[in-house]
T-cell receptor, first 117, second 113 residues
Framework: DTAVSQTPKYLVTQMGNDKSIKCEQNLGHDTMYWYKQDSKKFLKIMFSYNNKELIINETVPNRFSPKSPDKAHLNLHINSLELGDSAVYFC????????????????FGEGSRLTVL | SQQGEEDPQALSIQEGENATMNCSYKTSINNLQWYRQNSGRGLVHLILIRSNEREKHSGRLRVTLDTSKKSSSLLITASRAADTASYFCATDDRGSTLGRLYFGRGTQLTVWP
């Protein structure tokens, strides 16, 4: 029973292509996130959605477009892929948003390794 | 930015030894969390310590927090080969109403049998 599942696990594609990564959580959480981990393991937040509403857009190029059809799903579509987009993309969820008075742990998926050639 | 920084970047020890990793951050926080990442896997939450707490234990893990120095440490006692992983600290930002967790680059711990 995978809590946060994302597909595909590996994605190899050419520059200029468009690709999508899907994420689903079965934890009943309100908030979902996309994080990007670079080759040096630096993990940076990209987007946060709370109950289908975009909360955080961390100055990510508009080639990246998240979509949340319902609070259990958060997909990431990337247009016109560039070499620098190669990274591992992690989906995560939390019970509530991490606002000022909320504290909570993140539950991560296993990651989607994107390689742009 | 609030980004945490772990120190050392890499740590190599023998089974049975203790492993200590440190984390420093920049702004005031509500809480600090530690996560573990096995190679090729997602991050797994280990422990959360609130800003009004100084020390917390969970099994073989001991976390300390010094808000005056804006630093935290994670101690793993009696380490095992299975503890080999990257360890990340993550902080929020007390001054922000939005929810963000800031991660560092992690400490790569290798425990030799």
């Amino acid at each position: 029973d995978t809590a946060v599942s994302q597909t595909p696990k590996y994605l190899v594609t050419q520059m200029g292509n468009d690709k999508s990564i899907k994420c689903e959580q079965n934890l009943g959480h309100d908030t979902m996130y996309w994080y990007k981990q670079d080759s040096k393991k630096f993990l940076k937040i990209m987007f946060s959605y709370n109950n289908k509403e975009l909360i955080i857009n961390e100055t990510v190029p508009n080639r990246f477009s998240p979509k949340s059809p319902d609070k259990a799903h958060l997909n990431l579509h990337i247009n016109s892929l560039e070499l620098g987009d190669s990274a591992v993309y992690f989906c995560a969820s939390s019970l509530k948003g991490l606002g000022r008075w909320n504290t909570g742990e993140l539950f991560f998926g296993e990651g989607s390794r994107l390689t742009v050639l | 930015s609030q980004q945490g920084e772990e120190d050392p970047q890499a740590l190599s020890i023998q089974e049975g030894e203790n492993a200590t990793m440190n984390c420093s951050y920049k702004t005031s926080i509500n809480n600090l969390q530690w996560y573990r990442q096995n190679s090729g896997r997602g991050l797994v939450h280990l422990i959360l310590i609130r800003s009004n707490e100084r020390e917390k234990h969970s099994g073989r893990l001991r976390v300390t927090l010094d808000t005056s120095k804006k630093s935290s440490s994670l101690l793993i006692t009696a380490s095992r080969a299975a503890d080999t992983a990257s360890y990340f600290c993550a902080t929020d930002d007390r001054g922000s109403t939005l929810g963000r967790l800031y991660f560092g680059r992690g400490t790569q711990l290798t425990v030799w049998p």
